[in-house]
């Protein structure tokens, strides 16, 4: 039999199965076993290293504020925006009160419900991000409210001075935080307006100046007529004592009885 048939009838294959020596346990691949001591220290000597992209660069020029000034100064304003920037501020300067409030995560009808108990106050809701407050605000004389717009803000204008009114309802609006206000161009904390709200009327301290001014008018009319009143009474009372008992009567009192 030729070595050709033998093949033929013994074919050679390879196993489908490899052994792999792995002593007790399974390689891992993920996290695979520390090298001793000494193959570490010769791993760590030639691991290679690669220059980085920005070693060059100095940190000042990797500065994250920095980038982001450059970018603000060189970012185009939205002519959109500018317009409603200049109409918020128009209405900031011509409103009486002006209350600014931080909105707390609620829905929209309980939204809706607070604008509603403000709307009673002639309040009117305007509302906008904080990039158009920031350019309604920045060079003028209202640039210590963007303090205020740091988060999600809303304001209300009104054209009354209803400050006690207002600190009343903002108790009731849960969805609602005072901040701040304006009253008649004057920028006012909380407590500035509660103590404002406490403050008389502006006719009751009008008529309370008008009597403190007149009061030493009052005093000095009455010290300059004292001593003419004292002197009048006076000569009055040396007239009543110096007068004789047995005043003759008047003439023409007395009239001739008739003849009979």
């Given at each position: ?87 918020f501020r128009e209405k900031i300067e011509n409103a009486k009160l002006v209350a600014i409030f931080h909105m707390l995560p609620t829905t929209e009808a309980g939204l809706t419900a607070a604008r509603l108990q403000l ?87 009008q008529a309370q100046l008008v009597s403190i001014l007149g009061t030493p008018a009052q005093q000095l009319s009455q010290n300059l007529s004292a001593n003419q009143m004292e002197l009048s009474s006076a000569l009055s ?24």
């Amino acid at each position: 039999m030729s070595v050709t048939q033998v093949s033929r009838l013994l074919p050679v294959r390879n196993p489908i199965i490899t052994a792999v020596r792995t002593r007790t346990r399974t390689p891992n691949i993920s996290r695979p076993a520390v090298p001793h001591f000494t193959r570490a220290v010769v791993l760590e000597l030639i691991k290679p290293i690669y220059k980085k992209k920005d070693e060059s660069i100095h940190p000042r020029e990797k500065c994250r504020r920095r980038l982001k000034a450059i970018e603000g100064e060189t970012k185009q304003v939205n002519p959109y925006e500018q317009i409603l920037a200049n109409e918020f501020r128009e209405k900031i300067e011509n409103a009486k009160l002006v209350a600014i409030f931080h909105m707390l995560p609620t829905t929209e009808a309980g939204l809706t419900a607070a604008r509603l108990q403000l709307i009673k106050l002639d309040l009117r809701y305007v509302k906008h991000n904080n990039t158009i407050m920031r350019l309604a605000f920045t060079g003028t004389k209202h640039e210590a409210l963007l303090s205020l717009y740091k988060s999600t803000t809303c304001t209300f204008v009104g054209d009354e001075l209803a400050v006690a009114k207002l600190l009343k309802i903002q108790k009731k609006v849960s969805c609602l935080v005072l901040l701040g206000g304006i009253v008649e161009g004057r920028f006012m904390s909380v407590k500035d307006l509660e103590h404002y709200a406490s403050l008389p009327s502006l006719h009751t301290l009008q008529a309370q100046l008008v009597s403190i001014l007149g009061t030493p008018a009052q005093q000095l009319s009455q010290n300059l007529s004292a001593n003419q009143m004292e002197l009048s009474s006076a000569l009055s009372r040396y007239a009543d004592d110096t007068k004789p008992e047995g005043d003759p009567k008047p003439e023409g009192d007395s009239e001739a009885s008739p003849s009979p």
